[in-house]
């Protein structure tokens, strides 16, 4: 279909209010609750993949050339299909709100190439939040469905021919194909020709949240599906990352994984499965949340950025910076209304490097950090040759704390050293209280993620010393 | 059977406010509220917001026909403020627009002057400035002062409770439509269809024969929607009264969560003394109750704390007195429990502190001092009690003495991870404690093609009522479920409801139900014995044929209905039921309040992960008195739902207002519920069934708020993790115990 509408107007008014299919509901409009989970279809090498998303926080721009399936999508003509069964079977839904994002999510399960395991089912649901059931038939619901999907393969035959899904299902690659072909020559215009300057949107799942109202008529460059934008590459030592990339694009990438093998640990830590599906990395650094997960992680690691204005001059008027450099202040950034990231790159862990991320928060999962943080030790023996420590929730900006990765330099690890580091980590720190935790609970929790870290990446240490 | 309404819910294809489809014409309302928490009103500018593209009218307390009043146990509220406002969030103005869009654009354009007053927002400090909502109240048996000395021990100490956002998923909201005549007809997502009625009819001074208000289901109320929803449903009335044009307003997560009230904080001194044996010799508390600036429900829930404030023990000797405190903070209401789980907490508080300073574990006090039949509760009724059987069974079938020893072992061999336990034995008294609002009606048609439509006073939102009214329906008339339909609520059909609140709805309605099936019953039997030639006592229903005389007849139910129809004989019932021996003197604070009462044990365990103070429930094990439970599924869902949000409260779900009564946790990334993540590893509900006679509906006790008692327990196991740690711990009574709160526990003091 075309629609005329404004492109930055969030997909889930225009399923709601201009198609009128209620069945996608509205909980919290920040991508928080996951009642509004809808499925996007999209070709990727010509491979018909689907992700689930929050349609509160994807613009209708973003949605250019996708199969958008709602859960009026996913329903047999009459009767259930077997996810609807499990969870209905199971008393998985109570007062039914949240229960077709749960559907959704679910779907987006059966559509999945990872294997169907009970901890993936877990997984695609933990974007969604059921304030009736306590889950834990949601949970029977999920095994249930598990059990449905033990002979699968290929995820899309499967799912049509085991009527899982409706049959229509197998016809649209071929018609994303076709679509492709049409849009190709009239795409979303480019804004180029525009004076204003635009807003950048990536993902929106911050931008959506943080400026909902202003988004929906604002002048906007969409930057998440630029080809030139997106990839995880490896170059030499370097690894290189398009800004639009998102945080399951790396999750996905065998080069991450390679370089850090606890980053599925890390990521689940970090929002939600429909959310990492559409949250960008460079979106995390440009927010400037004092507290952005992956600003930590890669402060750490002293990724570089690459910054270029809108309209492009090329590579004339492109500069790069340390992305330490980037915050100035409280969600100030030393970047231009024009500019926006092109790259992002670091230096892939060698043997010798030690890597570690951290966060604490209210609840474990599908929350903000009170204090999160990221240390990158590059060790000669048993000498850190070069080290890198970052720590959000404790100031401002996100910080790279400077003194404390010098202190590091040239230290063997002890007890001593252990309490040293926390002690200079502690001057450069300012945290302040708000919701997310008091200002001498942020500084407690910042000494004992330092810990953590330790123990974590020197198995030697014993708890015992370390815990107090 | 399952939740009839599953088909549609996971189809998507269930209405609830928000889908229900508009009609042409229909304007979009949106709520102008005050930014700060207590002032007086200089000035009120709408000419600007009034000019703007869009917007249709814009409404203050000036417009309001009838009285500006929506307090619905004392007049103390008004609907939108005139000259001061007593809470951040508190309707000033009713923007109306011809979109949503429009009228949250002209929000932006009204000002509002207001000069400050002082702002309150702690419930002792109110209580010092003598701002109660209503006189203090006290319960009492036997004679505190005269006990103290015959007890061995005596503790004294303080616990506090914070809020609790409902975070029902579907928001408030209200849409109305103007009838001929006059009439409004008022869908609203509402557990008291009759609250918005009643005072639809107040604020516009038109009687209540014009409202019309209709209920299909809630997307989650837990008593948020009991009082609250009325505000919404008025809102959009007074529009559509004055305009003639249909009125939607479908709250943003934002403004419900600043503009509703939650859970009643509470604040509480205790003071408890046990002789040598360790039996509570006498008990006193003071509670402190958080109102916020209206009665709204408060003084309701400030008695129920009373009722609960000895949990399931027996204590001889009582002093309880409670003040419902008014704050600058939005009216706090209902929440699942209300007001019974705060005054548990306190008295479990004092137990602990007991047991600490003993060296015992608390659940040696606990057991010792649990209700027997016949125990007299502090307010005069006499226990029916099951609570040493469920306590008794917990232990036995979950082997606590090897749950003590597992966990015992563990703490010995881990310096990282420590485990907690905790018991929890509960008793929460069923009934309206206003004696007057326990009573239902039910509107039974049975249709000549033998299908049957039931309308009650129940709102479905998600406790499964209706599968319960309709169970009653079916096993009456012995006929095949899909011939019978629950109607929505409405009040034009089942006029004078109770809210769908106290647990009490499956039994009020479903007696209601009851009553009108076997009234029709009996006309159809009496049709059936005058054609096969028998008595009445000899005609049976069964799988919808007519058995006469023990043989299987000719007539099927289709039949037998059709054939009573033909003879002119009513197919339509309205029943109407009221419990019997309830009873209550406010004067002497006794009675028979609670047609009876549910009890149950819960083991909780966790482990915190003492180097990041973050924590996980491992098992939540569980006796539950279910009575006679006419739906497995259902209660089982209720009771998992019920602990969790129980613990939800004890845990993550924090609270946060500023000193000048702003929210902070204002938003779902501020305020966090339990995901699937955070739920224990395991929950296990062991069914305590007992057939005796009860006042519930075919025996099967209500279950909608007690389960969320167990919950408490999840505080106290934390709490004895905390301290296998750091046994020096001085760990405040204070829920919730956020991961902050155990973290700074762990490591007090903390220097650094």
């Known amino acids: ?468 | 059977m399952k939740n009839i309404d599953s088909y549609t819910h996971v189809r998507g294809e269930s209405v609830y406010l928000d889908d229900i489809p508009v009609v042409n014409g229909t304007l979009y309302a949106a709520v102008f509220d005050s930014p700060v928490a207590h002032g007086k009103i200089k000035s009120l500018d709408i000419r600007e917001a009034a000019a703007m593209h869009g917007v249709v009218k814009i409404f203050t307390a000036k417009d309001v026909p009838g009285d500006n009043q929506i307090g619905g146990i004392i007049p103390d509220e008004e609907l939108l403020a005139s000259t001061h406002v007593h809470f951040c969030g508190m309707p000033i103005a009713l923007v109306v627009a011809e979109t949503d869009e429009a009228a949250r654009v002209a929000l932006k354009k009204i000002k509002v002057v207001i000069e400050s007053l002082p702002v309150i927002t702690d419930p002792r400090e109110a209580k010092e400035k003598g701002e109660l909502i209503i006189p203090s109240r006290t319960f009492q048996i036997g004679d505190t002062i005269n006990a103290w000395h015959q007890c061995e021990y005596v503790f004294e100490g303080r616990a506090d409770t914070n809020g609790q956002e409902h975070l029902y998923i579907e928001t408030q909201g209200a849409y109305s439509l103007p009838q001929e005549n006059s009439a409004i007809r008022i869908y609203s997502s509402t557990q008291g269809p009759t609250a918005v009625q009643r005072t639809t009819a107040r604020v516009l001074n038109i009687p209540m024969h014009q409202v019309e208000v209709d209920t299909t289901r809630l997307g989650g109320g837990f008593g948020g929607k009991e009082d609250q929803a009325t505000t919404w449903g008025v809102m959009c009335a007074l529009a559509t009264y004055h305009l003639k044009k249909p009125v939607k307003y479908s709250l943003q997560r934002m403004e419900d969560m600043r503009m509703t009230g939650k859970r009643h904080p509470y604040s509480s001194d205790f003071k408890i003394g046990l002789n040598k044996d360790l039996k509570i010799v006498a008990y006193e508390a003071t509670f402190y109750q958080n109102a916020g600036a209206a009665a709204d429900l408060s003084p309701a829930v400030m008695e129920r704390t009373l009722f609960h404030c000895t949990n399931s023990y027996f204590v001889p000797n009582v002093k309880a007195t409670a003040y419902s405190c008014r704050t600058n903070l939005p009216p706090n209401t209902a929440f699942r429990g209300f007001g019974g789980p705060q005054g548990m907490f306190v008295i479990e508080a004092a137990i602990a502190k007991a047991a600490d300073a003993l060296g015992i574990s608390a659940s040696v006090i606990q057991q010792k001092n649990l209700l027997q039949t016949g125990d007299e509760f502090p307010y005069g009724q006499k226990a029916e009690s099951e609570a040493n059987e469920c306590w008794d069974k917990a232990v036995e079938l979950y082997d606590l003495e090897k749950l003590q020893k597992e966990i015992s072992d563990f703490n010995h061999s881990n310096k990282q991870y420590k485990k907690g336990m905790a018991l929890m034995p509960i008793c929460f008294g069923i009934s309206f404690t206003k004696t007057m609002m326990n009573q239902a009606r039910a509107l039974v048609h049975v249709y000549t093609d033998g299908s049957v439509g039931v309308s009650t006073g129940a709102v479905e939102m998600g406790q499964g009522v209706n599968t319960k009214m309709l169970q009653v329906a079916t096993n009456i008339f012995s006929i095949d479920p899909a011939k019978v339909k629950i109607n929505s609520t409405n009040t034009y059909r089942i006029a004078n409801t109770s809210p769908s609140a106290a647990s009490a709805t499956a039994d009020l309605n479903g007696k209601a139900t009851e009553i009108a099936c076997k009234e029709i019953l009996k006309r159809l039997k009496k049709v059936a014995a005058e054609e096969f030639k028998t008595s009445e006592e000899n005609i049976d229903l069964k799988d919808e044929w007519v058995y006469a005389n023990g043989e299987k007849t000719m007539w099927e139910w289709k039949r037998l209905v059709f054939e009573t129809y033909f003879r002119r004989i009513s197919l339509s019932e309205h029943g109407h039921y009221t419990p019997p021996d309830i009873h209550y003197d406010l004067k002497k604070e006794k009675g028979h309040p609670f047609a009876y009462h549910v009890y149950g044990t819960v083991i909780i365990t966790v482990t915190i992960d003492c180097l990041r103070g973050i924590y996980e429930f491992d098992s939540v094990k569980v006796v539950h008195d279910f009575g006679n439970s006419m739906n497995t599924i259902i209660d089982i869902g209720q009771c998992e739902g019920g602990i969790v949000q129980g613990i939800g409260w004890m845990t993550m779900e924090e609270i946060v207002y500023d000193k000048e009564g702003k929210l902070l946790s204002n938003a779902l990334s501020t305020y966090k519920v339990p995901d699937i993540y955070s739920v224990p590893k395991e929950i296990d509900i062991h069914f305590l069934a007992t057939q005796k006679d009860n006042l519930a509906i075919f025996r099967s006790k209500a279950v909608g708020e007690p389960p969320l008692l167990y919950g408490i327990g999840a505080y106290f196991a934390l709490r004895n993790a905390v301290k296998a740690f750091n046994p020096s711990a001085d760990i405040p009574y204070d829920a919730p115990m956020t991961p902050e709160k155990v973290l700074m526990s762990l490591y007090h003091p903390f220097k650094k």
């Not at chain 1, 997960?293 to 492009?312: C, E, G, M, R, Y």
């Not at chain 1, 903000?368 to 080290?387: P, T």
């Not at chain 1, 001498?440 to 020197?458: S, T």
């Open chain 1, 1 to 468: 279909m075309a629609t005329d509408l404004p492109p930055g107007m969030v997909l889930l008014d225009f399923i709601r209010y201009q198609q009128h299919l209620v069945g996608t509901k509205i909980g919290c409009r920040e991508g928080d609750c996951g009642a509004c989970t809808i499925l996007t279809g999209e070709l990727n090498n010509d491979e018909l993949q689907y992700h689930t998303v929050t349609s509160c926080l994807m613009p209708i721009g973003n949605a250019a050339g996708k199969h958008i399936v709602t859960i009026e999508g996913i329903n047999h003509k009459e009767g259930l299909n077997p996810i609807q069964q499990a969870m209905a079977d199971a008393g998985a839904t109570q007062c039914g709100f949240c229960t077709p994002g749960f559907v959704m999510s679910l779907a987006g399960f059966c559509l999945d190439d990872k294997p169907a395991t009970k901890e993936n089912a877990i997984a695609s649901i933990d974007g969604n939040i059921c304030r009736c059931t306590g889950y834990k038939s949601i949970e029977k619901a999920a095994v249930d469905i598990v059990e449905k999907l033990k002979d699968k393969k290929e995820a899309i035959p499967f799912v049509t021919e085991q009527k899982i899904l409706p049959e229509y299902f197998s016809g649209i690659k071929e018609r994303l194909q076709r679509l492709r072909e049409s849009i190709n020559a009239d795409t979303l215009k480019d804004v180029a020709g525009i004076k204003e300057t635009p807003h950048f949107v990536g993902g929106g799942t911050d931008l959506y949240v943080q400026k909902h109202d202003e988004m929906k008529d604002a002048t906007i460059r969409f930057l998440l599906h630029q080809p030139e934008l997106n990839g995880i590459a490896k170059e030499d030592n370097k690894c290189i990352i398009g800004p639009s990339a998102t945080v399951s694009d790396l999750l996905h990438s065998a080069i991450i994984h390679e370089a850090f093998p606890d980053f599925h640990r890390y990521a689940k830590l970090v929002s939600s499965t429909p959310i990492r599906n559409m949250a960008t990395i460079a979106g995390n650094f440009i927010n400037a949340s004092p507290i952005g997960d992956f600003t930590i992680f890669f402060l750490a690691l002293d990724a570089q950025i690459s910054l270029t204005p809108n309209p492009s001059p090329g590579e004339r008027g492109k500069r790069t910076l340390p992305l330490r450099k980037l915050y100035k202040g409280y969600k100030q950034l030393d970047k231009t209304p024009e500019e926006h990231i092109d790259k992002i790159w670091f230096e892939l862990p060698g043997k010798n490097t030690l890597f570690h991320f951290e966060k604490v928060s209210k609840r474990t999962h599908l929350d903000i950090a009170s204090v999160n943080s990221a240390i990158h030790l590059k060790m000669n023996g048993d000498v850190i040759d070069d080290a890198g420590i970052s720590a959000g929730g404790v100031g401002p900006v996100p910080l790279y704390l400077q003194k404390t990765s010098e202190f590091l330099k040239g230290k063997k690890i002890s007890e001593e050293i252990i309490h040293e580091t926390i002690k200079t980590a502690q001057t450069e720190i300012s945290p302040i209280s708000d919701a997310r935790g008091s200002k001498e609970y942020k500084r407690l929790l910042l000494r004992q993620l330092i810990k953590a870290h330790f123990l974590k990446l020197f198995p030697g240490i014993l708890a015992e010393s370390v815990l107090g």
